[in-house]
């Protein structure tokens, strides 16, 4: 959370209400993982939340408080619901980003996909042939400054962070795929709406990008 914090805060080019919103949806993430249900629900982020309870939790954040246990306790939000709103504050976050163009013209789920490729092809040959120490070390940095490259800085690393650690959970039975295909659609949300050829496509390689990117951070 603190780590978080400072990241958010040494930002550029970022503005008041962007700032806002990124502390807004470290304060979410934080009161998630503390959810005495965390480490317990099935189905965590694909369960149903309640719309009220989301705006019970924007009125609190706007309201710059905390999410404490107390509040959550009080007006008996569930964990679907902290997850609903979460979904919504990270989409509001991203709103601004033009992820069709991005995607159907620089293609960075395939440009994540061979850099994570690399890596373990990397880490195959080091292991085959007995390369260790020092030189191991600055050899896997070379590789995760490649996965980096394709990595989406703050808030996305930390839904990335988030989603990694529920599928590290076996009794959430959430793996990384699942993760993705419940976050994408708050990503497209245009695009989901519609469902052409165009579109589905770009539905498909989004939910692998989220997949690809959770893996980057299961395996570093």
Not at 21 to 33: G, P, S, T
Not at 115 to 129: G, T, Y
Request: proline share 4%; charged share 25%; hydrophobic share 35%.
């Amino acid at each position: 959370y603190i780590e978080n914090r400072n990241a958010i805060k040494a930002q550029k080019k970022t503005t008041y209400e962007e700032q806002k919103k990124h502390h807004q949806f470290n304060k979410l993430d934080k009161a998630i993982r503390l959810h005495p249900e965390f480490a317990s629900t099935e189905g965590i982020f694909r369960l149903s939340g309640k719309k009220t309870d989301m705006n019970n939790i924007f009125e609190r954040l706007n309201s710059g408080k905390q999410l404490t246990q107390k509040f959550i306790d009080e007006h008996n939000i569930s964990l679907p619901s902290m997850t609903l709103a979460y979904k919504e504050l990270f989409g509001q976050i991203m709103d601004k980003q033009d992820y069709s163009t991005d995607f159907l013209n620089k293609s960075p789920d395939r440009a994540l996909s061979d850099a994570l490729q690399n890596q373990r092809d990397v880490i195959e040959f080091m292991k085959n042939n007995g390369i260790t120490g020092e030189k191991e070390k600055i050899i896997l940095a070379n590789t995760k400054t490649r996965i980096n490259w394709e990595t989406p800085t703050l808030p996305f690393n930390m839904l990335i962070s988030l989603l990694a650690d529920i599928a590290k959970n076996p009794a959430t039975k959430m793996d990384a795929k699942n993760l993705a295909i419940c976050v994408a659609p708050r990503l497209l949300a245009e695009q989901f709406k519609t469902p052409s050829k165009e579109n589905i496509l770009l539905k498909n390689r989004m939910i692998t990008f989220i997949e690809i990117l959770i893996h980057t951070k299961l395996h570093a």
